[in-house]
């Protein structure tokens, strides 16, 4: 992360919520929770379903697992498109770069030609191709804003987020709370599962309830917090 901050692909403040992920990580026990991995397999299942599904890049997604995002991209299959909340031109050529240097066919993003609605910032940039005509869009590592935003133009927004108490993940439709170099690649394995079961995937749609996920999630670390307590370690 470090030496990918000093080549502009990594924002300052992107260093600052790799750290926040860091500690939302231990309080979950350095591993997918069983909620996440529900919001994982419904995750697989919206993006299975879409029309036109989409994987927003930003600076920290394509430092932590560039290659995960290229995997699970192809296998859907799904655009991948880069979005950064600290935009700059060279930022946004560094990220694509990489994002192609780490195999990346295809990438969105260079060439804004539409606004998402209900932004300000120039984060609402993004192409008509991808982002601005996509049905399902998977964010990981995003700022509340742009989910927002996302639901309000009728969007399906997944989101991956170590914090189930953050705007996004209370904003998103399906929040998948999970480290995110763990969440892609589960992902994937549910879009494996799941590619020939398409009862299953509107079935799993259909019966999530993404609030009370977040609660399961919230409950766990409380009680993990509970369990280091009484273990003595806090
Ligand atoms: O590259 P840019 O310019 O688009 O900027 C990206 C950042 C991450 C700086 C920007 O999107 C941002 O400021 O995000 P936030 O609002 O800090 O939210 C990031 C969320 O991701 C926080 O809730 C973190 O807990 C969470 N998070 C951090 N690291 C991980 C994570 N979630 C999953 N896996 C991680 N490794």
Redesign the pocket.
């Known amino acids: 992360m470090a030496e990918l901050s000093q080549r502009g ?3 300052t ?2 260093l ?10 231990y309080l979950l026990g350095e591993m997918t929770v069983p909620e996440g991995e529900k919001a994982e397999e419904v995750a697989a299942a919206h993006l299975l379903e879409a029309v036109n599904p989409v994987i927003s890049v ?5 430092a ?1 697992c560039a290659e995960e995002i290229i995997s699970l991209a192809e296998a859907v299959p799904a655009k991948m498109e880069v ?5 700059s031109e060279k ?1 946004i050529e560094a ?1 694509c770069s990489y994002m192609e240097s780490m195999g990346a066919k295809r990438i969105l993003g260079r060439r804004p030609d539409a606004r998402l609605e209900g932004i300000t910032s120039d ?1 609402a940039l993004c192409t008509r191709e991808g982002i601005h005509s996509a049905d399902v869009v998977l964010v ?5 804003d742009r989910a927002e935003a996302l639901m309000a133009a009728g969007k399906v927004a997944i989101a ?4 189930p108490l ?1 705007r ?2 209370r904003t998103a439709t399906v929040s998948v ?5 763990r ?1 892609i690649p589960n992902i994937e394995r549910f879009v494996s599962e799941l590619r020939s079961h398409p009862d299953k995937r509107r079935r799993l749609i259909r019966d999530f309830d993404n609030q009370a996920n977040l609660k399961g999630v919230a409950r766990r670390i409380c009680s993990h917090l509970v369990e280091d307590i009484d273990q003595g370690k806090a």
Do not use: K, M, Q, W
Not at 58 to 62: K, T, V, W
Not at 140 to 144: A, F, H, N, V
Not at 160 to 163: F, G, V
Not at 177 to 181: K, L, R
């Open positions: 692909i990594v924002a403040t992107g600052i919520a790799h750290g926040r992920g860091e500690a939302y990580d930003n600076g920290n997604a394509a932590l979005n950064l909340f600290h935009r930022r990220v984060r990981p590592l995003e700022d509340g991956i987020d170590l914090n953050s996004t993940s709370v999970d480290e995110v170099t969440a």
